[in-house]
């Protein structure tokens, strides 16, 4: 496994421009999760997906937000007219249930940083 | 509700041990996580419970009393390399499967 990876890790974008992250879970992981975090706050659910299937979406989030998982394997994440309020880390995770020696748990990518000036 | 809370912020010698807090409030439990990140970095996960007892892992141990919705994260030997947030999270799979997660603790090692 080479891990989760997220691209871009950095992103400084200005008010009303249009933002896409792209994130890679580990292979053979079903699971991908969606996280935003705020500096002293913990990861705050966004959404996910069980293979290509979009199970849930917060309710916190605005129709600003959309993602997708198109394959069942690579994400996107896209924020439509960013807010300076849409500063935050993006993080996404990926798991796996049933496999021997898998409690579930998360795998965290190493996190997309957005800067909206 | 779903509530999880955790101490804001603890302080340790190097060497010392430290114990990090954890209580929740949950609609369904199906185990606890406890994860670790440093500034600027992803979680990493570090323990996994769902029976209640404790579960030792080299310089950390986690332990659950499910009955009191209650968990804390043990950190032996501390080094200044654990100076990190704490997060515990709790895994309900009646939540859609999601975590509900704290708020973190985070913990400055001073030499």
Sequence with gaps: ?117 | GQNIDQPTEMTATEGAIVQINCTYQTSGFNGLFWYQQHAGEAPTFLSYNVLDGLEEKGRFSSFLSRSKGYSYLLLKELQMKDSASYLCAVYNAGNNRKLIWGLGTSLAVNP
Aim: hydrophobic residues 25%; aromatic residues 12%; charged residues 25%.
């Design chain 1, 1 to 117: 496994d080479t891990g989760v990876s997220q691209d871009p890790r950095h992103k400084i974008t200005k008010r009303g421009q249009n933002v896409t992250f792209r994130c890679d879970p580990i292979s053979e992981h079903n699971r991908l999760y969606w996280y935003r975090q705020t500096l002293g706050q913990g990861p705050e659910f966004l959404t996910y997906f069980q293979n290509e299937a979009q199970l849930e979406k917060s309710r916190l989030l605005s129709d600003r937000f959309s993602a997708e998982r198109p394959k069942g394997s690579f994400s996107t994440l896209e924020i439509q007219r960013t807010e300076q309020g849409d500063s935050a880390m993006y993080l996404c995770a990926s798991s796996v249930l049933g496999r021997q020696g898998s409690y579930g748990e998360l795998f965290f990518g190493e996190g997309s940083r957005l800067t909206v000036l």
